[in-house]
């Protein structure tokens, strides 16, 4: 099975680990992968956290990984804007380390987008603004994305995740903090993660494979699993992370499986 595929995307909460705990057999499975020159990539939604920081928690679930082997939301938001604003542009964000360095490192002048700016220059010479994800944003601090979006008629929204599970429930995940600044700024984001496909082309682009050469693996099938549907690519739903009622209408993967252990064994 696994000769068909060159590439192989990895969802991670809920996939490769739960809770900070590794799932069992993942660690063998991303080494299945590698044995059968299968490259992984460790594909998430999770802006926050750099591709070295991601290594650093893969490492401690004992997974073998390497930065360039990260791909995430952040990055492909970065990608985003490279087509549509020129090189050196100031983008103005809310979110973490990881969203920071990758506007960085595609050539552009990331400002943190805080209260206390509203009303410096660059707020209005800003060329593009991104939500990414952060538990301390404030209300100013997305007043200033908002001011920036409605001035531009767009921006960027890293993904979509309207909440994250935590272990006694859930908190408001990225795409409400996007929801506050669409609802008041009165236009629509550029979504770069997970459903959106151009998540998914952007993994094969910067890697070098076709939709017919990957495998996509993830526990949710309202962002795994459509993305995957969406972009062509062969589906594999995992049942190890977030769970969802019978009668929800969710996309059909191309296969379903307990966990990561029970795949490509043969």
């Known amino acids: 099975m696994t000769r068909r595929f060159k590439l192989a995307l990895l969802d991670l909460d809920g996939t490769l680990w739960r809770d900070g ?36 928690v893969l490492i401690r679930c004992g997974i073998a990984a390497q930065s360039n082997e990260v791909c995430t939301s952040a990055q492909a938001a970065a990608h985003a804007l490279t087509e549509r604003i020129p090189a050196g542009s100031t983008v103005a964000y809310v979110g973490k380390t990881g969203l920071e360095e990758a506007l960085m490192e595609a050539g552009f002048v990331a400002k943190r987008a805080q209260g206390t700016a509203l009303s410096e220059a660059w707020v209005n010479e800003a060329k593009a603004a991104v939500v990414g994800m952060d538990p301390l944003v404030t209300y100013l601090d997305l007043a200033v994305i908002t001011r920036i979006a409605h001035r531009l008629g767009w921006f960027v929204l890293t993904n979509s995740d309207a909440r994250y599970p935590t272990e006694d429930g859930f908190l408001p995940g990225n795409g409400s903090l996007g929801a506050l600044v669409e609802t008041a700024s009165g236009v629509q984001p550029v979504v770069t993660g997970k459903p959106d496909r151009r998540f998914v082309e952007f993994a094969l682009e910067r890697y070098g494979a076709t939709a017919r050469e990957t495998v996509i693996v993830g526990d949710n099938p309202y962002t795994d699993v459509l993305a ?7 589906t594999i739903h995992v049942q190890s992370g977030v769970s969802f009622p019978d009668d929800q209408n969710v996309p059909a993967p191309d296969e379903t499986v307990e966990s990561v252990e029970k795949i490509f064994r043969q």
């Open 228 to 234: 995957g549907v969406e972009a062509g690519v062969y």
């Open 21 to 56: 705990h590794v799932i069992q057999g993942a660690p063998e499975f991303v080494e299945r992968l590698r044995h059968n020159g299968v490259q992984p990539v460790f594909f998430t939604n999770n802006s926050s956290r750099t591709p070295s920081e991601v290594v650093d």
